[in-house]
């Protein structure tokens, strides 16, 4: 096939239009984004609600959210940076740490619409599939649908670990096992006690044991935050299973007292206009 020239005539410069800011900015995949928000007629103007997982590099952001014309309504938020208050000071972007996230996601959400006491979830971890069905005579379980944005969804991702956090904290979320840690693609097969592992921060502290005995500086260096906060191998799994039972009990979140503003400026008007006067400037 030979090649073909691209022309590009003033016709094409007249009529050309630009893509959407956030595509432009590569921050919205718009292809996904209208499968997810878009709802059927037939359900009028009932919310459709998305799990929106999000990380960064020190944080992970999990919201509850429904598209309008005028922009997306966020429902309830959590955030991986609250975890300290439930114990976890360390690896705050971890699969672990993503599944607390998820977690405290669910747990404040149907605390703020009663529903905390009918849709508990799944108290004991054991990664394996469970899935939340609607109570009769009780509202419908709180359904919503996992927006990863643009995350590679590929198997052990950790945005199916704030999934997995959110689906056992008590709300109706679409999914399957194939990816979550533990799947294997060749035998069709999924270890449960695999994906527990990554949960309950294991496959951390296995590490931390084999870099104690290999190499003591390695250890030193990669896990100086483990080591200043008095986290060893063995209070992992202690420190996870004590945050998943603090979550439960108390989800809430704590506004921050508003700070007094120490007035710096002071404006004298006149006549003519103002001017500042003795005043200290910020």
Known sequence: ??????????????????????????????????????????????????????FSNRDICCQIAYAKIEGDQIVSAAYSHELPKYGITVGLTN??????????????LLNKFGLDQVYEGQVEVTGDEFNV????????????????????????????????GAVDGGLSIPHSTKRFPGYDMESKEFNAEMHRKHIMGMNVSDYMSYLMEEDEDAYKRQFSRFIKNGVTPDTVEEMY???HAAIRENPVHEKKPKKDVKKKRWVWYT???FSLGNCALG
Do not use: H, W
């Open 1 to 54: 096939m030979g090649f073909v020239k691209v022309v590009k005539s003033k016709a094409y410069f007249k009529r050309y239009q630009v893509k959407f800011r956030r595509r432009r900015e590569g921050k919205t995949d718009y292809f996904a984004r209208k499968r997810l928000v878009i709802q059927d007629k037939n359900k009028y103007n009932t919310p459709k609600y998305r799990m929106i997982v999000r």
């Open 241 to 243: 299973k004590k945050a």
């Open 95 to 108: 699969y672990a740490a993503a599944y607390c996230t998820g977690l405290l996601l669910a747990r404040r």
């Open 271 to 273: 006549g003519a206009g």
């Open 133 to 164: 069905e609607s109570i009769d005579g009780q509202p419908g379980a709180f359904t919503c649908f996992l927006d990863a944005g643009l995350a590679r969804t590929s198997t052990g991702n950790k945005v199916f670990g704030a999934l997995k």
